[in-house]
């Protein structure tokens, strides 16, 4: 049994996903705590009627890599059991970037969902980015977080065709489906041991 974390910036809706999924799908999989960052994060009312407990460890004022914040978010994860033996922390839609020091203690047990196919369009507002670059096709991607942003082997991608008319919007609601398709199936993937990392490379059994 892994034991989940699942860590939130605002609307919550790939958190959400997971969770109904976990609950669904009976997967091996125990959602111990969502923890935002900022005490609005929509996602949070969302967790507790679902009956999730919630934390919120404040980031205000702390821009880029902190480890004096993750410190915190380590202590909270600890304190419920999320550990770097049992645990499995996915990023659904966080807005920070981890320090190195997090990444090396829960090395290859944090997942990240990002919405473009990488390594295009890494950071923020990769569908505008998408959009205003011409591509015919985008996506989203499921990947291991390491030190580097939006950098980590790969685990899963789903692609999505791009339209003439699209705007930033149209193609964020049309990818963010497909978000909401490959995070619960990666999670699935990890809890059942069935990802293997090489190097760079992913190897899904
Ligand atoms: C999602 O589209 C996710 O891919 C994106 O933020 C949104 C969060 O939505 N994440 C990133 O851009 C990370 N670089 P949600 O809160 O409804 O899951």
Redesign the pocket.
């Known amino acids: 049994m892994i034991n989940l974390a699942i860590l939130?910036s605002?609307?919550?809706?790939?958190?959400e996903a997971i969770l109904r999924a976990v609950k669904k799908k009976k997967m091996p999989v125990r959602p111990v705590i969502v923890i935002a960052n900022k005490s609005d994060a929509k996602?949070l009312q969302i967790a507790k009627k679902l009956g999730v407990k919630t934390a919120i460890v404040e980031s205000v004022g702390l821009k880029g890599r902190s480890w004096e914040y993750d410190k915190k978010l380590s202590a909270v994860l600890e304190e419920n059991n999320v550990t770097p033996k049992n645990g499995l922390i996915c990023l659904?839609?966080f807005?920070r970037i981890m320090s190195p020091e997090f990444i090396k203690r829960y090395k290859g047990r944090i997942i990240?969902?990002?919405?473009a196919i990488l390594p295009s369009f890494p950071?923020?507002h990769?569908q505008r980015q998408a959009v205003d670059h011409g591509v015919k096709y985008s996506g989203?991607t499921v990947h291991f977080v390491d030190e580097g942003v939006?950098t980590g082997p790969i685990i899963l991608q789903a692609i999505v065709k791009v339209k003439d008319d699209d705007t930033e919007e149209s193609l964020?609601k049309r990818?963010?489906k497909q978000?909401h398709r490959i995070y619960p199936k990666a999670v699935r993937l990890f809890a059942e041991g069935k990802i293997k990392v090489k190097g760079r490379k992913t190897i899904i059994s």
Do not use: V
């Open positions: 939130i605002g609307r919550g809706s790939n958190m996602g659904a839609g807005m990240n969902i990002h919405p950071g923020l990769s989203c939006d964020s990818i963010l978000e």
